[in-house]
């Protein structure tokens, strides 16, 4: 490599897709010869291969540094392989220290444990953290926005108000080219790597989640999406519970008898930002509160830790939060069944669990525990489920387990187990939930007559509830079996009034009998 004059410094991985090295020569912070392990060129090129956002950014500061050398600001070499094969970060940091060593050389890295562990190897380091500066992405947030959507080729758009009261407005009339995209891109992993309080959640194939500072963003290229894509989210409100117009009994409920909760409702609807309103609210009353969200997209008071999945398995983040043993969790966006099997765990272990899931109407909420959760168990793992639509709350169902006759029957060798679903403001029983074969039947019970059935020309229609659209149904009154028909799309069943099953339809109808449901098995 020959006699050299000047300091002699090493950047590792860390230092290179944060784009910090070009930087400081730049800016004379630093000045002298750059190696550049050829690890680090691998694993630029492995990452970008994968698909890995963070790759991009690399490549755009090797770019950086190669325009360095060609202007004179440094002379730049590769240092010639030491590994074969793949190479991972560790890898990566591993050699970079080791050259530095061989070369009497600082190193530059991003990682303050990197940078540690080469001091005690007795190799000069230089933690770099270049001054936090506003990313382009943030200011398309101006007051009143809640989200914007950026698209390769398309006009940037941005959602406008406040949950369930926005509107999609066009930010530009000029569609965004693949170069202002990765340049978007880039500055937010550089942001990312500058300010201690943002970090990659996810980094998967072709999508990375990122938390920049209060903004959650999703960064979306080939081959997990068509083109180059946004989506940056901000909490837009911040509210208190007193904010929302809760009746004296949810009040009470919530502070003496609810540890089951489930909060539901459609997408932005104003579910997290309840669901954070009550964990600041149980924090307040002395309760210990923490969170599992994945990524974390609540926006808590600084005593409330907010865990993430393990490994993207939550039943062991589940594990961690039960010898911690908080009085509330908030467990945010339950999906998938193992998101529901945490919760069942932790609740029945004792933790109040507080569960935030998509639902297009309150009993939609509690129909997603069946077939995950035993059906008499669920009452002892959710007792409130809150409904929350457009800002507001709009229905609160409270759960108990009875054995009786289920609605509608009249003999009593009938008697089950039934789950009752009522109304808290009124204490009306809107559902009841009971088994019915090896079927699950969810009866609306409260429904009035001319919406449970209608005559339209010649038409019976039966309006069923929901979960069976697009099925076969088998049709009971009494507990004794009818006949079979097919639920559409629109959740009806429509039979004709004049046909044998028509005929006795009505004849039940008349009656006041209430028909029940079960899928065709």
């Not at 129909?367 to 002892?380: D, F, S, T």
């Amino acid at each position: 490599m020959g006699t050299r004059v000047q300091q002699v410094y090493v950047a590792d991985y860390s230092s290179i897709y944060n784009s910090f090295v070009s930087d400081y020569f730049r800016s004379k912070k630093i000045r002298g010869d750059l190696i550049i392990p050829s690890e680090v060129l691998r694993l630029t090129e492995q990452e970008f291969l994968k698909g890995k956002t963070r790759s991009l950014s690399a490549l755009d500061e090797l770019e950086k540094l190669k325009k360095c050398h060609e202007e004179g600001i440094i002379n730049l070499e590769i240092y010639e392989p030491l590994t074969q094969g793949e190479v991972n970060e560790k890898t990566a940091s591993r050699v970079s220290r080791e050259i530095a060593k061989k070369n009497n050389a600082t190193l530059l890295t991003a990682k303050f444990v990197t940078s540690k562990i080469a001091e005690l190897e007795g190799v000069k380091s230089i933690l770099i953290r270049p001054e936090t500066r506003n990313t382009f992405i943030e200011k398309f947030f101006e007051p009143g926005v809640m989200s914007i959507h950026l698209k390769e080729g398309c006009k940037p758009l941005a959602k406008k108000g406040e949950p369930g009261k926005w509107r999609l407005v066009k930010l530009s009339d000029k569609e965004l080219t693949t170069e202002e995209m990765k340049a978007m891109i880039i500055e937010i992993l550089e942001k990312v790597g500058r300010d201690p309080y943002s970090f990659v959640e996810i980094d998967e194939e072709g999508v990375s989640v990122i938390q920049l500072h209060q903004y959650r963003i999703v960064i979306a290229v080939p081959p997990f999406s068509e083109r180059l894509e946004i989506t940056a989210v901000r909490p837009i409100v911040k509210v208190k519970l007193e904010d929302y117009d809760m009746s004296r009994k949810l009040i009470k409920r919530l502070g003496e008898k609810a540890e089951g909760i489930l909060i539901s409702g459609p997408p932005g609807a104003g579910k997290t930002t309840f669901a954070q309103a009550l964990a600041e609210w149980y924090f307040k009353k002395g309760k210990i509160v923490k969170t599992m969200e994945s990524p974390r997209d609540l926006v808590v008071p600084p005593q409330v830790s907010q865990y993430t999945s393990i490994k993207g398995d939550m039943s062991k983040t589940a594990d961690v939060l039960l010898l911690v043993r908080p009085d509330y969790t908030v467990f945010d966006e339950m999906r998938k069944t193992s998101d529901f099997e945490v919760y069942t765990d932790m609740r029945l272990a004792g933790v109040g669990m507080i569960g935030v899931t998509h639902a297009s109407s309150p009993v939609d909420a509690i129909q997603r525990l069946i077939g995950r959760v035993e059906l008499g168990m669920i009452p002892q793992i959710v007792d409130t489920v809150i409904f929350i639509k457009e800002g507001r709350i709009e229905k609160v169902y409270t759960l108990q387990i009875k054995t009786k006759v289920p609605t509608g029957f009249t003999d009593r060798a009938l008697s089950r187990p039934v789950i009752e679903v009522r109304d808290l403001s009124t204490g009306e029983l809107d559902y009841e939930l009971y088994s019915f074969g090896e079927e699950v039947v969810v009866m609306p019970i409260k429904e009035e007559e001319e919406e449970y059935y209608k005559i339209i020309r010649g038409m019976i229609v039966l309006k069923l509830p929901g979960g069976f659209e697009n099925s076969e149904t088998d049709i009971y009154a009494d507990g004794r079996y009818i006949f079979t028909a097919h639920c559409g799309s629109d959740g009806k069943i429509k039979i004709k009034r004049r046909s044998r099953e028509g005929r006795t339809l009505i004849k039940l109808l008349k009656k006041g009998v209430k028909l029940e449901y079960v899928k065709s098995s």
